[in-house]
């Protein structure tokens, strides 16, 4: 049943316009339905029918809709509770804004002091207000990820300038050439010197010159790239410590600078003549130092082929005109070079293509102080030359069949060499071993001379004996003066004896290994014959007892040395002098043993050339080829071997 309202009190009261104002903005019709199911009708009011038009009446503007809720509306989304509404609210759009915490873009001072922060630029003005000093604010920093980190670092490694850091030292460049100059200066330089670190003339000369020179560096560093030996424990341990070097790398940095060195050489002296005298002074001092660091070069290479020769002769044609102005360089130098040319006697062949370095007549132009060597500022080498030349003599002789070989002039001469040996005094201070060293020098002289004037036997040796009569005030006579003894030693039984020599026969020696055979070519020491007896002394014609007691001697003073004693780099020289009057194979096993010594300390490599003419020696030792024995500067030419003994 319908019933209409008869009371708009009724059907719009007060709490039912509250509540269709809140729930229904849009002013909807509602239909509300009594408790007995009966439909409600609205009391519709009554309108002035006189005051409304048709006409009036318009369309009311559609609510604009944004295009994101059309994106929106096509996506299914889920159907919310209750009745829809008939214009539904415009949906807001998501911004993914993220909730904004506290504020960390303040200045450092704000932020230290806690405040608020008005974020002004370039200062706070809060800090201004406040009269405290802002200091800033923090660089922005945005998160990124690792890869994006990283390509950001490479990219800046690659728009980064290219710097270039100079060498603190002309020609010393990477790590391999560290290596050549720490080898010089911590070793190299110590062997090549018996002075004290604190006077060697290798670093506080030729160093100081090599740093403002390039060519005289490059010399030092292929010296000392030359000497290094890394098949022994100190080279593998310079390839442990080194990492970022090869054997490889350091022989290719080794060929540059000593191809280097030599290239800037010949460029000063194609520029020798352009430019001023001053200039040209100093050069020379740098070209002396090259020459000194290639000479030594071919010491350490071990070079067989006379290369050390050629630096001597140019060494003597620059010396003569064009001497270096410092005159503690010039004592150096001439000391040093001059070593080398006497002892080149011992090695060059009269037959050889080069000619003669030495001479009798050398005098030292200007006292050599200090001295550093043994032999050229006392003196005692010029005895060497003297000696020297009267083998050349005695070689001539035998070669040509000049009977006698050893004529009155030579043993004269070699009578006055001897009293000279035996007034020489050394001069060296309390316990510098160089004192000791002198005096096994001076030994070695006289076995020079005692050897060099006793040539193998021959037919006209009675001659060579009979002719040494020394007047009054000469030194001792130097022919052998033990009786022969006989063929038969009682001790041991009969067996033939074949000579290798130039005369024929057989003979023995005493059991004390001290006799002489006479007429023979050679004489043999027996003990007891026993299977475990070592092998007989084989000793040569006319044998003294006299030089058996100097190799002895001389034995006795190398063996006191110690392996590192400084003073092993001077004693080359007398083992191979020594070493070749040692005829017993235990006397031939102490000169090896100093020999590798020797080599040990200094690490030159000609100590292994004169071992190789020892080890000939007594190989001829053994066959009995005294003449051959006796000229050992032949047997090095036949060797091949032309290296230089210091």
């Not at 609205?42 to 009311?60: C, S, T």
């Not at 040209?280 to 020769?309: D, F, K, P, T, W």
């Not at 037959?351 to 030292?364: N, Q, V």
Request: net charge negative.
């Amino acid at each position: 049943m319908i019933h209409s309202a008869t009371s708009s009190n009724d059907s719009w009261s007060t709490s039912y316009g509250e509540e269709a104002d809140g729930d229904d903005a849009e002013h909807d019709t509602h239909w509300e339905q009594g408790s007995d199911d009966v439909l409600t009708v609205p009391k519709l009011e009554p309108l002035d029918e006189e005051d409304f038009h048709m006409n009036d009446v318009k369309e009311a503007p559609r609510t604009p809709r944004p295009a994101s809720s059309l994106v929106s509306s096509a996506t299914k989304t889920k159907r919310p509770r209750g009745r829809p509404r008939k214009h539904p609210l415009t949906p807001q759009v998501s911004t993914n804004k993220v909730a904004k915490g506290r504020s960390k873009t303040g200045c450092i001072t704000c932020r230290k002091r806690k405040k608020k922060c008005d974020e002004a630029k370039p200062r706070c003005m809060n800090c201004e207000k406040n009269a405290v000093v802002c200091e800033g604010y923090h660089e922005k920093t945005l998160w990124k990820s690792g890869r994006e980190r990283a390509e950001e670092e490479r990219q800046k490694w690659q728009s980064l300038p290219v710097i270039t850091l100079q060498p603190i030292f002309q020609g010393v460049d990477g790590p391999e050439d560290m290596v050549f100059l720490n080898h010089y200066i911590n070793h190299l330089s110590g062997v090549l010197t018996v002075e004290s670190q604190h006077k060697n003339a290798f670093k506080d000369m030729l160093l100081q010159m090599a740093v403002e020179h390039r060519g005289l560096m490059h010399s030092i560093l292929s010296l000392a790239s030359k000497h290094i030996d890394y098949d022994t424990p100190y080279g593998a341990k310079i390839l442990s410590s080194n990492p970022k070097i090869t054997p490889a790398t350091l022989l290719a940095r080794s060929e540059y600078h000593y191809t280097a060195a030599m290239d800037k050489l010949y460029e000063d002296i194609r520029r020798e003549g352009i430019k001023e005298e001053s200039e040209n002074r100093v050069n020379l001092s740098v070209r002396y130092g090259q020459m000194l660091c290639l000479l030594i070069q071919s010491l350490a290479e071990g070079s067989h082929n006379g290369e050390h020769r050629v630096h001597l002769q140019a060494y003597k044609r620059l010396i003569q005109h064009s001497p270096p102005e410092d005159s503690a360089f010039l004592v150096f130098i001439t000391e040093f070079f001059q070593f080398h040319i006497f002892a080149d006697e011992l090695i060059r062949h009269p037959d050889s293509l080069t000619a003669r370095l030495a001479t009798e007549e050398w005098e030292p132009w200007l006292a050599i102080q200090p001295a550093r060597l043994i032999g050229v500022a006392d003196g005692l080498f010029k005895y060497l030359t003297q000696i020297t030349s009267i083998r050349n003599t005695i070689r001539t002789n035998m070669m040509n069949e000049i009977d006698p070989v050893v004529d009155y002039a030579s043993l004269y001469r070699a009578a006055e060499i001897d009293a000279a040996i035996r007034e020489w005094t050394p001069h060296w201070p309390p316990g510098d071993s160089r004192e000791r060293a002198a005096l096994l020098y001076k030994q070695m002289m006289w076995v020079y001379l005692f050897r060099t004037i006793y040539p193998p036997s021959s037919p006209t040796s009675s001659l060579l004996t009979s002719n040494l009569t020394l007047g009054a005030g000469c030194s001792p006579p130097l022919s052998p003066t033990s009786p022969a003894h006989s063929g038969h030693d009682p001790q041991c039984p009969d067996h033939p004896v074949t000579s290798h020599g130039h005369g024929h026969g057989h003979g023995y020696g005493h059991s004390h290994g001290h006799g002489h055979g006479h007429g023979s070519n050679s004489s043999y020491s027996c003990s007891p014959c026993r299977d475990s007896s070592p092998p007989p002394i084989r000793y040569p014609p006319h044998h003294d007892t006299r030089i058996t007691v100097a190799v002895d001697e001389s034995l006795a003073i190398l063996d006191s040395f110690k392996p590192s004693d400084p003073v092993q780099t001077l004693l080359l020289i007398p083992c191979l002098v020594i070493g070749c009057a040692c005829f017993a194979p235990s006397q031939q096993n102490r000169i090896r043993g100093a020999v590798r010594a020797v080599h040990g300390y200094t690490g030159l490599r000609n100590c292994d050339r004169a071992l190789q003419v020892l080890e000939e020696v007594w190989r001829l030792m053994e066959r009995g080829e005294w003449a051959r024995v006796w000229d050992w500067q032949g047997v090095a030419k036949g060797l091949g071997l032309d290296f230089s003994c210091t």
